[in-house]
């Protein structure tokens, strides 16, 4: 069984930065696409950022495009989520999630995700 734990959550101010790691524990994480889903308040679960078996390919959505980073370490087992010039907009439980194959934008593809952490951004 895969678990998924996320960390780096918090408050910031509006413009400000903050940065997620998600630890995989029970296989290699190197079997999977890694990806990062937000919930906002009222919303739905939405598509925030990929990347693939290899780290050599990163997908984002256009509301982050430029300003989110996504990473992954193998060797550490844990991927994470550079937030920069955050804006209110982006206050969201954010999830990981592994995903075995498919369309990285769907949460379907995804086999395994974990519990979340709060970003929460003041304007």
């Known amino acids: 069984q895969v678990q998924l734990v996320e960390s780096g959550g918090g408050l910031v101010q509006s413009g400000g930065s903050l940065r997620l790691s998600c630890a995989v524990f029970?296989?290699?994480?190197?079997?999977?696409?890694m990806g990062w889903f937000r919930r906002s308040p009222g919303k739905e679960r939405e598509f925030v950022a990929a990347?693939?078996?290899?780290?050599?390919?990163?997908n984002y959505a256009d509301s982050v495009k430029g300003r989110f980073t996504i990473s992954r370490d193998d060797a550490k087992n844990t991927v994470q989520l550079q937030m920069n010039s955050l804006k209110s907009e982006d206050t969201a439980v954010y999830y990981c999630?592994?995903?075995?194959?498919?369309?990285?934008?769907?949460?379907?593809?995804?086999?395994?995700w974990g519990q979340g952490t709060q970003v929460t951004v003041s304007s």
């Open positions: 029970g296989q290699p994480m190197n079997d999977y696409v």
């Open positions: 990347i693939t078996w290899t780290g050599d390919g990163t």
């Open positions: 999630a592994a995903s075995r194959g498919g369309s990285y934008y769907s949460q379907i593809s995804y086999n395994f």
